[in-house]
């Protein structure tokens, strides 16, 4: 393993809280370092440090545009509100088709990026030199109860709830520490169904489809809804980029139909799709990367 890639791996470390500062393995050797060898494992730890600094600030950098796009433009915007909309209709078809009356009806959706919006928090991040959104992070921002609702999400969500059709907002985000202050923020927000029924957080399985599952056996699903491709249940978890692909490809007819999909050019799967250990990777590892796919 090169010296660079084992200060990467050992800097995420430090930051989750998985190895101890009095125990840093040295790049060369398995060794551990001694107790008495105290201005070698300072520096060690000083350049861990300086490194995932410095990795933080270019994946900010990487981030920016995509995060600026989200927070500014009319386009954004304009896409909520078409994704909300092919939504309603769709909604408001099911309810009126007799068939679907078997089973009550119900939509299943994503939280963050899908009707709440945490741009600013990514922002106010970036802007802070750190692009690394990763469980602590999320954690911290969650509980802020600062997510905002996304423009028509409110509006949306209030008219399925009144069309007498159940939702369910199955997330990732993690429930032991994180579904007491998702439920109060969603509450804030104005959003129906807001309960520890409805909302279906993150806890043994990040897989989405266990939850999808439960579901299905009491409610006909109208339509699904994310910003990921792990908010559909069709089988992407843990895929290849090209997997990925092929999967959407297989799946067409469902997007507009089915699916509804919203825009996120600043995280999510598609991300750590790019390359194997892609979040793991030094700048100019995820550079080569990234020049590989854009001269495709």
């Known amino acids: 393993m090169k010296r660079s890639s084992l200060a990467w791996y050992v800097a995420v470390a430090c930051l989750g809280g998985s190895l101890c500062v009095s125990s840093v393995v040295q790049a060369d050797s398995p060794t551990t370092v001694k107790a008495s060898s105290i201005v070698t494992t300072t520096v060690t730890t000083q350049a861990e440090q300086e490194a995932l600094k410095q990795k933080q ?20 915007r304009a896409l909520a509100y078409q994704g909300y909309n092919v939504a309603l209709n769709l909604v408001k078809m099911a309810v009126a088709d007799p068939s679907h009356q078997r089973k009550p009806l119900a939509i299943v959706l994503d939280a963050d990026e899908t009707v709440v919006d945490n741009t600013k928090l990514m922002g106010e ?26 423009p028509g999400a409110v509006e949306f969500l209030n008219e399925v709830h009144k069309q007498g059709v159940e939702i369910f907002y199955v997330s990732n985000r993690y429930a032991p520490v994180n579904l007491d202050v998702t439920i109060q923020n969603f509450k804030e927000l104005g959003f129906p ?6 909302v279906l957080l993150f ?22 809804m994310g910003d990921n491709a792990g908010d559909f249940p069709i089988g ?10 092929g999967i959407i490809d297989a799946h067409k007819e469902d997007f507009g139909t089915t699916f509804v999909v919203f825009p996120n050019p600043a995280y999510g799967s598609w991300v750590s799709a790019l390359a194997k250990g892609y979040q793991n990777l030094s700048p100019e590892e995820q550079k080569q990367v990234n020049n590989q796919y854009l001269q495709q």
């Open 57 to 76: 600030q270019y994946q900010a950098d990487t981030e920016t545009m995509g995060l600026l796009w989200m927070r500014t433009s009319a386009e954004y």
């Open 125 to 150: 991040s970036i802007a802070n030199g750190n692009g690394r959104f990763d469980a602590p992070w999320w954690r911290a921002a969650v509980h802020k109860g600062e997510s905002r609702a996304m």
């Open 193 to 198: 169904s807001v309960d520890k029924d409805h």
């Open 203 to 224: 806890e043994k399985d990040s897989d989405k489809q266990p939850r999808f599952d439960m579901i299905a056996k009491k409610y006909y699903v109208v339509l699904y």
């Open 236 to 245: 992407t978890k843990g895929k290849t980029l090209a997997e990925r692909n």
